[in-house]
């Protein structure tokens, strides 16, 4: 996942999953964390801990944003295990994300062509 400029990742995601105790979905957590080139994730962690092995594939998600040009992308994820040939260990979590791309603010020289003295300013 390489890109001309630097850029900055800032990843929001809730996770949410079915309980044992208790009927519907839970929040299991929610995060927020800002990356920087090469740190970028390829799989977000699965909390289930009856899962083996399982995650969300956010690498590929991170690359497409990159090269598409646009700075930001939303959209949801299951996790990897949610199709699984054992349907006991199906894992049924979800995440909901946001990615958003950060440019650093990067000095550049003024042009000299469109300096002018104060004596040619009109007024």
């Known amino acids: 996942m390489t890109s001309k400029r630097t850029v900055f990742i800032v990843l929001t995601w809730q996770e949410e999953g079915r309980s044992k105790t208790t009927t519907g ?45 646009t700075d930001d992308e939303q959209n949801s994820l299951i996790c990897r295990n949610a199709v699984h040939p054992n349907r006991a260990e199906r894992c049924l979590h979800t995440i909901r994300y ?18 002018q003295s104060f004596a040619s300013l009109p007024g």
Do not use: A, H, M, W
Not at 39 to 61: A, H, K, T, V
């Open 25 to 69: 979905r839970v929040l299991y957590r929610k995060e927020r964390i800002t990356y920087i080139p090469p740190d970028y994730p390829e799989r977000l962690p699965c909390s289930n801990p009856n899962c083996q092995g399982g995650g969300f594939e956010i690498g590929d998600r991170i690359s497409t944003l990159l090269t598409s040009g």
């Open 98 to 115: 946001s990615i958003t791309c950060i440019y650093p603010y990067q000095r550049q020289r003024p042009d000299r062509g469109l300096r």
